[in-house]
């Protein structure tokens, strides 16, 4: 698999020389700023001119980098992410990321959020992950009002579902915990489209980990890149038999038309952007935290009704 389409569409800010947190790289690897909202977000990713193949096969073995670099759904999932936490949507909540890759989705939430889990079955990547929360916990230990916090840190955990090219058995470090808000970008593909689509064994591991992993009255929120043929339906028909109800959410309630118009965001605005949550709640509770919260699901909806209403996206 080649690396062409990996990119993050944020602004990029110059690292400054000799600032804090911006050593040498090791080799294939590089650090970028990223300037989210109102935030400079340091990430340190394989280099997409010397990362080479990201997809392939070792001593008979599947090896996979591809979360090593950043990709468009993670664009997707920042923004919504930040308009969630702008009106407060985040406060208190739990998130759980799956393949978390470098940690820049994971890093978002913990801007906002009260507890964040980023997980990935790549050793590599969890700690790249683990390297990039400890280059930004600056960002972290802030209150509203500037004061100053403690215990504000997000975990980094191993959470692997069967995946086709992967022997291994799944892994949920996690254990039984549940989630607010479950998050993944780029997580469902396949090396060749062009030669078939989504792998029903993976796509069904997939969904039976949001179901797990989601709390009573949460959401989880999936950019996918769509490039296989069938990819979206497939991913319908997995949700619906697992026992998850499924529908997309525009990426333009998130996305502003500025940025997904830019120069070269053409596979930006060809993500999708799906939502999964329980068909059942357990024990009839509706909204995920406790009565005085609304659900994960009226946020998001709150969000996409008021970028609709606007005179553009949000």
């Known amino acids: 698999m080649t690396n062409f389409a990996c990119t993050c569409f944020f602004e990029e800010v110059p690292l400054e020389l000799g600032a804090p947190g911006s050593p040498e790289s090791e080799f294939g690897l590089e650090q970028t700023v990223y300037r989210v909202g109102p935030y400079d977000i340091a990430i340190t990713k394989a280099d997409a001119q010397l990362g080479g193949d990201l997809l392939y096969y070792e001593r008979g073995q599947q090896v996979d980098r591809t979360g090593m670099l950043m990709w468009p759904g993670g664009t997707v999932i920042a923004h919504a992410l930040l308009n969630l936490g702008n009106t407060g949507a985040l406060a208190g909540r739990s998130v759980l990321e799956l393949g978390s890759g470098v940690g820049f989705c994971g890093i978002v939430a913990n801007l906002f959020a009260g507890q964040v889990v980023l997980t990935d079955r790549s050793h590599e990547a969890r700690a790249t992950a683990r390297e990039n929360l400890r280059l930004n916990e600056h960002l972290f230990k802030r209150d509203m009002l500037g004061a100053a916090q403690s215990g504000v840190s997000a ?70 890149a769509n490039r296989e043929t069938h990819g979206i339906a497939s991913i319908f028909a997995a ?49 995920g935290l406790s009565g005085s919260l609304p659900s994960m699901v009226s946020a998001v909806r709150g969000v996409a009704l008021a970028s609709a209403q606007a005179l553009g996206p949000i």
């Open 155 to 224: 975990e980094v955990l191993n959470l692997a579902w069967p995946v086709f090219g992967h022997p291994g058995k799944p892994v949920d470090e996690t254990g039984t915990r549940s989630f607010d808000l479950v998050i993944a970008s780029d997580v469902l593909y396949v090396e060749e489209p062009r030669f078939g689509g989504l792998h029903d064994k993976e796509l069904n591991g997939f969904c039976s980990v949001i179901k797990r992993k989601l709390a009573p009255g949460g959401l989880a929120l999936m950019a996918y």
């Open 239 to 287: 949700a619906n038999h697992i026992g998850l109800e499924c529908s997309e959410v525009p990426v333009c309630s998130f996305v502003s038309a500025e940025v997904l118009g830019a120069t070269g965001a053409g596979l930006l605005s060809a993500t999708r952007l799906l939502q999964f949550t329980l068909e059942t709640p357990i024990d009839g509770d509706t909204c």
